[in-house]
């Protein structure tokens, strides 16, 4: 099946090869309404498949720099790289913009924690992200607790925990090895392909104040501890309902914190928190629970780089030609930082290096669009998509947002609207933003974000596509990740229904986010497509149309 559609693609570009070289060297860029123009298709597939530098981008951006935790001297590496790579492939206006303090810098040096009674065994663990360090190896009895569910239950652990490992039995999921019956991997089949384009996604029902107070129940907790002198936790790892999460695979990420804000000096953890596999944790909770006394030892070898880190997007352009639309942007992006106790393969270093080369395929075919086409690497997504929020508000639209304390004490992102949209001039400047935040998998289909007036100018787009597997258009409330605050004030924002892979089941915040995960030929279409949307909506007509939440 997978071998005979590539066969079709490349059949497919020689003929258009074939065209584009009998058109001589000059290519007008042209469009007639929302006709696709299939030459600069054409260029396109030829560029992006016989010159993609996508994997190299891949290999320096993930194994090079590796973990990109927002505030961490990694991601400053990244930013630099970043910079760098947007500026040699020729783009104009590469900067970056400071979006405001983010809070402390933090990094996982070394990580090691084994049993030594009442046997030895060596574990795989990761430092939840800010986790204070150890005083070098230290080693202690352990006690084991199950989660709290309310402030009261900790009165009957006082004076009990003094200079002990807590086995605190905290996790957002059953910490169970399930077995794996069905794959971790997976591809749409056309079926499930339209099934998903026709699907109305399910209702966010999640209580938000409920899950923040729970948050604040954590960092409760986490001073608890270093009240009653604890010397270090431990939790564990999920599983997810596929059961990806075992086989030493962690996830480490803002579930497993003391509270969300610990990257805030004021909300900073004060005693060492490490995440260990589900067979681990498994092994020791089991023994304790027959009573057997069981000693660790644990070195968290962690850093703080900075209490007042700035947090920046990088941006990078290919300028508008048109005397009356080159003030007026499409963007393009995908979020630069990550977790950190993989290499953010996955999350998002996918969907940078999507952007970049699709950024690299447009301006190596010298295209000369009407309006200007800007890459933006966003920051602080993993903490509530802050560098993008920040951008909106100066640059886009403001929004008034509730201010109870039960409100307050959530991400902005989240926070009730109480008024209409304050619009800034650049609203009516920006087309559309495309955001990649979805793993590498192969691009399937466009997703729109709120209006169904986006559908008949986008069926004819994807339609000379459909060799490379792209045929749906999937219409959707909201807008996950870095488009969001762009939708929530009448943006149109795109993303793409891409294949799953084992984004959900294996890499997503997990230690196991690392190049492997990634598939060469996927990123190379999900590239193609992207320069193609990009394009076709930097040469359109008109703006595309606002989305009706638009004062
Ligand atoms: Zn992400």
């Given amino acids: 099946m997978l071998m005979s559609s590539r066969r079709l693609s490349s059949r497919i570009v020689a003929t258009i090869t074939t065209i584009l070289l009998a058109a001589g060297p000059v290519v007008v860029a042209q469009m007639l309404g929302d006709a696709p123009y299939l030459v600069m298709y054409g260029r396109i597939r030829v560029e992006g498949n016989a010159q993609s530098r996508v994997m190299d981008y891949a290999t320096e951006l993930i194994d090079g720099i590796g973990p990109r935790l927002t505030g961490s001297p990694n991601l400053k590496k990244a930013t630099a790289w ?219 070898d962690a850093e703080f780089t900075g209490d007042r880190e700035d947090g920046v997007n990088v941006f990078g352009d290919i300028p508008g030609v048109d005397p009356q639309h080159k003030d007026e942007v499409v963007m393009v992006g995908g979020h630069l930082d990550s977790w950190a106790a993989g290499t953010g393969a996955t999350d998002d270093g996918a969907g ?107 069926q004819p787009w994807i339609a000379p596509l459909r060799d490379l597997g792209m045929t749906a258009v999937a219409v959707r409330r909201g807008c996950g990740g870095d488009c969001e605050p762009f939708a929530q004030v009448g943006i149109p924002t795109l993303s793409f229904t891409q294949d799953p892979l084992d984004y959900e089941t294996r890499t997503h915040h997990t230690n196991m986010d690392t190049y492997e995960h990634l598939i060469p030929e996927d990123l190379r279409q999900a590239a193609i497509v992207v320069a193609i949307m990009v394009y076709n909506t930097a040469m359109r007509d008109q703006l595309l149309p606002r989305l009706p939440s638009t004062p």
């Fill in 352 to 458: 940078v290096v999507i952007a970049m080369e699709a950024m690299r395929i447009l301006n190596a075919l010298q295209i000369k669009p009407k309006r200007t086409i800007r890459v933006a690497l966003w920051t602080g997504e993993e903490q509530g998509v802050l560098g993008s929020s920040e951008f909106v508000r100066r640059h886009i639209a403001t929004v008034p947002l509730a201010d109870t304390p039960e409100q307050t004490r959530m991400p902005e992102f989240l926070r009730r609207r109480t008024g209409p949209v304050a619009i800034k001039p650049d609203h009516a400047r920006i087309s559309a933003v495309y955001n990649l935040d979805a793993g590498g998998g192969k691009i399937r289909g466009v997703t729109l974000s709120g209006t169904a007036a986006l559908v008949p100018i986008f």
């Fill in 82 to 300: 970043t910079l760098d790579r947007l500026k040699q492939m020729g783009l104009s206006n590469v900067r970056t913009e400071s979006w405001g303090e983010f809070g402390m810098g933090w990094q996982q040096r070394h990580i090691s924690l084994r049993m030594i009674a009442p046997a030895t065994a060596t574990f795989i663990a990761q430092a939840a992200p800010w986790s204070p360090a150890t005083a070098g190896p230290i080693a202690a009895d352990v006690v084991a607790l199950r989660g709290f569910t309310d402030a009261s239950e900790f009165d009957a652990n006082r004076g009990k925990l003094r200079g002990k490992i807590v086995l605190f039995g905290h996790a957002p999921a059953p910490p169970d090895a399930i077995p794996i019956e069905t794959p971790l991997f997976e591809r749409f089949d056309d079926r499930q392909l339209a099934a998903f384009a026709q699907s109305e996604p399910a209702p966010d029902t999640m209580n938000y104040e409920q899950a923040f107070a729970q948050a604040e129940l954590m960092e409760k907790t986490g001073r608890f501890f270093a009240s009653e002198g604890v010397r270090a936790v431990i939790v564990p790892s999920a599983n997810n309902p596929k059961g990806g999460a075992s086989g030493g695979t962690i996830y480490a990420d803002t579930n497993y914190t003391f509270g969300w804000f610990v990257y805030q000096k004021a909300h900073a953890m004060s005693v060492p928190l490490v995440i260990v596999a589900i067979e681990h944790y498994g092994r020791l909770k089991r023994l304790l629970d027959r009573n057997v006394p069981v000693k660790l030892e644990l070195n968290v």
